[in-house]
């Protein structure tokens, strides 16, 4: 199973980088994890460059294809303004009309316990989308004040076993 990770942030040291890092450590056999890290490339998401017989800008054919490719995928997200950060909204709206996306297994995972709103949002989004939100894939993976890399957090027994418990369910929807 292949699962294309992304984080909701652009932060070079954000935990939420860190964590889609860690799944990638932690991933156990026949699960391959690998992270998009395109986010800031992408231009803003525009209609008038996404119709029928418009060509694509490069990198939006880019996350598309890799959507293509991918089984699943985890999205790891910050909360901004109690919502979603615009880059990883930007990224969505890209995926909206693409043939790729819908149907496709998603887990969210969050690693603040203060941070509901979008966790939510993305929930709605993601469904709206038609992408499948299986059970036991979304989850809170408290990292907050813990100044931690991805292999701290893989080195983790309790961490760990949380990541593999997300990527076991998003395995489980197939």
Sequence with gaps: MLVMAISGSLRPASLNTALVHAARIVAPPGTSVTVYDGL??????????????????????????RVA????????????????PGVLKNA???LVSS??????????INTSLRSVHAHESLTKILTT????LPAGASVRIPLLDRKLDAAGIAADPEL????RGVLAALA???
Excluded: K
Aim: charged share 20%; proline share 8%.
């Design 40 to 65: 800031g490339t992408l231009p803003h998401f525009n209609p008038d460059m996404d119709g029928e017989g418009v060509v694509l800008p490069r990198t939006v054919a880019e996350l598309r294809a």
């Design 172 to 174: 489980g929807a197939d």
């Design 160 to 163: 760990a076993e949380a990541l």
């Design 99 to 108: 043939v790729e996306f819908p149907g496709m297994a998603v887990a969210l």
């Design 69 to 84: 490719q991918a089984d699943a995928m985890l999205i790891c997200s910050p909360e901004y303004a109690h919502g979603v």
């Design 129 to 132: 989308m038609s992408a499948r």
């Design 92 to 94: 969505l709206d890209w």
